[in-house]
């Protein structure tokens, strides 16, 4: 079905080409033999064979381009047409269809939007930063009781920051209720995220109606398991939003409250206030779901591989703050390095190294190509930020990319991580202070080395990133420590 309804679409499109890209068949053997540890290879291979647009059709017809140019072009310039989603088999299966980032360009969408906008556009944005600061601080007492336990405790700041920022709650460091609920609902949901599953479900959907007992497909009463939680998400934070609507003033909680008493349904407000803790999680799982965090891990993973870049940075703090007392976000602007160091770790390597794609709700040209309605456009950022072009030796870890000789920071904020055009990720700023926060903070206050082995050698570190549409560090933590405090 899909080799007809792919050259019918051929022959439909008033002369004009559709972009070019591996066939049907081609694209199929490629997606199921790629090494799914490196998805990136493969497409890597395409668009050096096919251009910056990258066309294929298997069920859904895609549009990948590594070009930042046309990603701008296209998903800002264009936003009007550009700004759906397309539908998420995995995502309903697993019990998650009512997340903002699923929802397509629509009034429900546009109430979501309206919330974020509220909370956390920058202006208000500054206000979070004394709960980051606490929550950075807490960090660093954390990392100092037990260093071995660093992934939790990466974990724990991001759940704090955001539900302390969201309802004013304190999430306890060990163990807290709000958190694991979110955090068993993640892994689930993190095992029907893998690449490989994400594209099978969208080929062939009535793979979800199928009994669970057939062989292969196991992983359905994993999915049974995710709805569960994910109900259990949308009535628990509502629960606390309710018991807190008399003592808390903050006004995001305010806002949040009023959001929730104030529509008929309640079902969009309730899930979003689930979403942002949807977003969270604790306790050693996997980091695939939250993003900050991963992207805290990876800072850990680059500092113990490269000493020279921590000492270069800590010399920076030592001079702008000295020693007697801990960095806050009025130093932020005297620390050129750090947040150079901060830029090249969004850099890197990305948490969602394919972006999100937005669905074309309207038949579009580009360049002499033919972009028809229901394509899915997917801004590869990954590729974006290693092309070699613009970072030279883009796989080496190297925050001097973004400062000019003089040492001033260059104009490039990497914010292209983010997204673009109307679905550009609205928690950006809040996710962007939270990170210089942490590494500030840790920067400062310790040393980040290898572990040693029983003979006093380093050990050496060998990352892997785990494959999906998010990708975190998933190994090297086995074999290292954050050690040796700098302060008294
Ligand atoms: C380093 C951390 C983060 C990264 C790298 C990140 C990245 C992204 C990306 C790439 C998108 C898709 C944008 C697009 O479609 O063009 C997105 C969407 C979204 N992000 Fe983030 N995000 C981060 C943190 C956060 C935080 C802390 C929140 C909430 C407080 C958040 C809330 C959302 C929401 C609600 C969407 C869906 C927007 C929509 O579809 O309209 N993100 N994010």
């Given amino acids: 079905?899909?080799?007809?309804?792919?050259?019918?679409?051929?022959?439909?499109?008033?002369?004009?080409?559709?972009?070019?890209?591996?066939?049907?068949?081609?694209?199929?053997?490629?997606?199921?033999?790629?090494?799914?540890?490196?998805?990136?290879l493969l497409f890597t291979e395409w668009h050096k064979q096919y251009g910056p647009l990258v066309y294929?059709?298997?069920?859904?017809?895609?549009?990948?381009?590594?070009?930042?140019?046309?990603?701008?072009?296209?998903?800002?310039?264009?936003?009007?047409?550009?700004?759906?989603?397309?539908?998420?088999?995995s995502f309903d299966l697993y019990g998650w269809g009512w997340t903002t980032v699923?929802?397509?360009?629509?009034?429900?969408?546009?109430?979501?939007?309206?919330?974020?906008?509220?909370?956390?556009?920058?202006?208000?944005?500054?206000?979070?930063?004394?709960?980051?600061?606490?929550?950075?601080?807490?960090?660093?007492?954390?990392?100092?009781t037990s260093p071995m336990d660093h992934e939790q405790h990466v974990a724990t700041f991001t759940a704090s920051t955001v539900l302390s920022v969201t309802y004013g709650y304190n999430a306890a460091s060990h163990d807290d209720p709000l958190v694991e609920l979110v955090n068993q609902a993640m892994v689930l949901l993190m095992k029907g995220n893998e690449f490989s599953k994400v594209i099978f479900f969208t080929m062939f959907p009535f793979l979800q109606y199928l009994p669970t007992w057939l062989p292969g497909l196991g992983f359905f009463r994993d999915a049974q398991a995710s709805r569960k939680?994910?109900?259990?998400?949308?009535?628990?934070?509502?629960?606390?939003?309710?018991?807190?609507?008399?003592?808390?003033?903050?006004?995001?909680?305010?806002?949040?409250?009023?959001?929730i008493y104030l529509k008929a349904d309640g079902k969009a407000q309730i899930s979003l206030v689930s979403e942002i803790l949807s977003r969270l999680e604790e306790d050693g799982g996997p980091y695939e779901g939250e993003e900050t965090a991963s992207y805290l891990m990876t800072f850990l993973l680059a500092m113990t591989m490269d000493h020279s870049i921590q000492e270069r940075a800590q010399a920076e703090i030592d001079?702008?703050?000295?020693?007697?007392?801990?960095?806050?976000?009025?130093?932020?602007?005297?620390?050129?390095?750090?947040?150079?160091?901060?830029?090249?770790?969004?850099?890197w390597h990305q948490v969602i190294p394919f972006g999100i794609g937005h669905a074309v709700t309207e038949d579009d040209?580009?360049?002499?190509?033919?972009?028809?309605?229901?394509?899915?456009?997917?801004?590869?950022?990954?590729?974006?930020?290693?092309?070699?072009?613009?970072?030279?030796?883009?796989?080496?870890?190297?925050?001097?990319?973004?400062l000019t000789p003089e040492g001033k920071l260059n104009d490039d904020d990497m914010y292209i991580i983010f997204g673009f055009g109307r679905r550009i990720c609205p928690g950006r700023h809040l996710a962007v202070a939270s990170l210089w926060a942490a590494i500030v903070s840790?920067?400062?206050?310790?040393?980040?080395?290898?572990?040693?082995?029983?003979?006093?050698?380093?050990?050496?570190?060998?990352?892997?990133?785990?494959?999906?549409?998010?990708?975190?560090?998933?190994?090297?933590?086995?074999c290292s420590s954050v050690s040796e405090h700098r302060l008294g």
């Fill in 319 to 347: 001079t702008v703050v000295g020693k007697g007392r801990l960095p806050d976000f009025d130093d932020r602007p005297s620390l050129p390095y750090v947040e150079a160091l901060l830029r090249e770790l969004m850099r």
């Fill in 442 to 478: 840790i920067l400062a206050a310790f040393d980040i080395r290898k572990a040693k082995d029983e003979k006093g050698n380093d050990i050496e570190i060998v990352p892997i990133f785990a494959p999906g549409a998010s990708s975190y560090v998933s190994v090297f933590v086995h």
């Fill in 56 to 89: 294929m059709d298997i069920a859904q017809p895609l549009l990948i381009t590594n070009s930042e140019s046309i990603a701008r072009e296209l998903l800002e310039k264009r936003s009007s047409k550009y700004s759906s989603r397309p539908e998420a088999p």
């Fill in 1 to 40: 079905a899909s080799v007809l309804l792919n050259s019918y679409r051929k022959k439909r499109v008033h002369g004009l080409p559709l972009p070019p890209g591996p066939g049907f068949w081609h694209a199929a053997k490629g997606l199921v033999t790629m090494d799914s540890s490196a998805p990136w």
């Fill in 102 to 144: 699923v929802l397509p360009y629509n009034d429900r969408w546009r109430q979501h939007r309206r919330f974020y906008m509220h909370g956390f556009r920058p202006d208000v944005a500054v206000q979070w930063r004394p709960f980051q600061i606490q929550n950075a601080r807490a960090l660093l007492l954390n990392l100092l």
């Fill in 229 to 259: 939680f994910s109900r259990l998400m949308l009535d628990a934070p509502f629960e606390h939003v309710k018991k807190s609507m008399v003592c808390r003033t903050n006004l995001l909680t305010a806002f949040c409250i009023n959001m």
């Fill in 365 to 402: 040209v580009y360049d002499g190509v033919f972009i028809p309605k229901s394509m899915l456009t997917i801004p590869w950022s990954w590729a974006i930020a290693h092309d070699e072009s613009k970072y030279p030796d883009p796989h080496t870890f190297n925050p001097s990319r973004f």
